[in-house]
């Protein structure tokens, strides 16, 4: 008995939620919770944050109503996330028509899967598939071609927010990055792997960092000391100190912007974010109906100029019949409600 006591495991009380909104991750367990803890979430997002562990979906209706969906159709969510999109698709198509969904994050793929099941959109109407969206000719090679696709290129909050996935300087956590973590390289390792001139370059070309030269040396010198940069914190110390030359009052703004940057930079290299967008934009007319609809928000300059020529370039050699000629913004009330949504563009084609 005295054995079987000692080899049990002991038993571990929950954190306890501390305040209306606490500040550590695993704390928040009544926001990861939004069927439980309903007035908790409401409370959260009235003060113009994303729920731990969920994450808000951005330009529904203005999606809606570029894509004209009807009942009978069939349509493809290219990047699932968190379902938001889908589940409004799934609601327009009423019963009739079938979705396809695409997602390689097999941490949050299926936690979205369980929760669309439970709220009745199962396997009859919606077929999620652990894919790139790169990928798009094989998922239509299985279903046929698609009359209207959504592509959202934006990282979820649930990714962003979780210090385990390395995606935010504002937290402490494992410099990684993936949107994958089961495939490739991780930022940490990436940067052993490059050259300081490299870093340089991803830097400049992936976010327009002003301050890539600075950085990289920092980054490059403390490595070569053997001080590696193996976490998200260790990042933005190096950052911290490469702007230590920048005006006190300015500095504080500066960091924040060049972290934001660096961190997405190295997102856009780790995940091949330019290259997977560019052969789905390749691939995506001959995976459409005649008269179907596309829709694809982005969320920074590189994103969106490829877009923007993609479509161009298609309606000029007239592939799609016709393009937004300019982009949807989302409005000043649901950046309000979601300050995530301030750098969103909204784009659109109709195929011919």
């Not at 349509?75 to 379902?83: M, P, R, S």
């Not at 002003?210 to 053997?226: S, T």
């Not at 370039?313 to 000629?325: H, R």
Request: aromatic content about 8%; glycine content about 6%.
């Amino acid at each position: 008995m005295n054995n079987q006591q000692n080899d049990a495991v002991p038993h571990k009380r929950r954190v306890r939620y501390k305040g209306t909104h606490p500040k550590k991750f695993h704390e928040k367990y009544k926001e990861a919770n939004p069927e439980k803890y309903a007035d908790t979430i409401e409370k959260v997002i009235a003060k113009g944050s994303t729920p731990a562990g969920m994450h808000i979906s951005i330009m529904v209706d203005e999606i809606l109503d570029v894509l004209k969906i009807q009942p009978g159709e069939q349509g493809l969510d290219a990047t699932l996330g968190y379902g938001g999109h889908t589940k409004a698709m799934l609601q327009c198509l009423n019963g009739n028509g079938h979705m396809y969904a695409l997602d390689i994050d097999p941490i949050e793929s299926v936690k979205t899967k369980v929760r669309l099941e439970a709220q009745g959109f199962g396997e009859d109407i919606l077929t999620i598939k652990h894919i790139n969206f790169a990928k798009i000719d094989e998922v239509s090679k299985e279903a046929g071609k698609f009359d209207f696709v959504l592509a959202d290129l934006g990282v979820s909050s649930m990714q962003i927010d979780n210090p385990e996935r390395g995606f935010s300087y504002k937290v402490d956590g494992p410099l990684d990055l993936r949107l994958n973590p089961e495939q490739g390289e991780s930022a940490a390792e990436r940067l052993k792997n490059i050259t300081r001139e490299e870093f340089v370059y991803m830097m400049q070309e992936n976010s327009d960092e002003p301050y890539a030269v600075e950085i990289a040396k920092v980054v490059f010198d403390d490595m070569r000391r053997g001080k590696y940069i193996e976490t998200t914190t260790d990042l933005k110390k190096a950052i911290e100190k490469a702007l230590v030359y920048v005006p006190a009052k300015e500095r504080t703004e500066a960091v924040k912007k060049s972290c934001a940057r660096v961190f997405q930079a190295l997102r856009i290299d780790v995940n091949s974010e330019f290259e997977v967008l560019y052969e789905f934009l390749e691939k995506l007319p001959d995976v459409l109906n005649p008269g179907a609809r596309v829709a694809i928000l982005t969320f920074h300059s590189g994103e969106d100029r490829l877009v923007k020529k993609s479509f161009k370039q298609l309606a000029k050699e007239g592939i799609y019949s016709e393009v937004s000629d300019e982009v949807i913004r989302p409005t000043v009330a649901e950046c309000t409600r979601n300050p995530r949504a301030k750098s969103t563009k909204l784009r659109w084609a109709i195929r011919a």
